[in-house]
């Protein structure tokens, strides 16, 4: 198992822990984490693009004219699609995105990234995440001497903590989760990995 420090808020070391070789220590499965990312990406997507099709367009119950003797094609609608103000074919029509993925992919591309974030050494440990002031200021400053300045941090938490969820609020370059709903999308777009040893029990026990 690979030793990482142990810090506390104002960056000192207080400690080494372990991390689990099942979670942070895979080889990386660089397709499957695509497949993941792509397949969230397209969850997000609304669906919602839609058109009026021939039986949705209001109208054209009459025949233009009678079917012979007129010397034009024939025409049973004027709400068919070659007319103005017809229906439309092949156009958007309301539908989810959604892609089927199990469970065990999901776990696996996790698995993949935190090991990514680990071997680059992107991942930083803290004792606990506990502010004696409430202050959006001095988070900030915790977390520049934790990951630094400019850094993009992913923080995640072992259990709800409204304190420090208000003051990590107004912070642009921090985002907060709960260690239950870690994803991809964010732990791939951030430079760094805040993580309190109450949510690093949580990851490796139902990644382990």
């Given at each position: 198992m690979a030793k990482i420090e142990v810090k506390n808020l104002d960056g000192a070391k207080v400690g080494d822990i372990d991390l689990d070789d099942s979670v942070f220590g895979v080889e990386v499965n660089e397709h499957l984490l695509w497949e993941v990312v792509k397949a969230q990406r397209a969850k997000k997507r609304a669906g919602t693009a839609s058109t009026l099709r021939r039986p949705e367009v209001r109208g054209g119950g009459k025949k233009p004219w009678k079917q012979k003797g007129t010397g034009r094609a024939r025409q049973g609608s004027t709400r068919a699609p070659q007319?103005?103000?017809?229906?439309?074919?092949?156009?958007?029509?309301?539908?989810?995105?959604?892609?089927?993925?199990?469970?065990?992919?999901?776990?696996a591309a996790l698995r993949s990234a935190l090991s990514v974030k680990a071997a680059d050494s992107q991942i930083v440990v803290i004792d606990d995440l506990v502010m004696e002031s409430n202050k959006t200021k001095a988070m900030a400053l915790a977390l520049a001497g934790l990951v630094g300045e400019g850094q993009k941090a992913l923080i995640l938490l072992g259990a709800r903590n409204e304190p420090v969820e208000k003051t990590l609020r107004n912070l642009p370059q921090a985002k907060l989760l709960r260690a239950g709903y870690l994803n991809i999308r964010d732990l791939l777009s951030c430079d760094k990995v805040l993580l309190p040893l109450g949510a690093l029990k949580i990851i490796q026990g139902y990644l382990g």
């Open positions: 007319w103005k103000g017809g229906g439309k074919v092949h156009t958007p029509h309301p539908h989810s995105y959604r892609q089927a993925m199990p469970r065990q992919m999901r776990r």
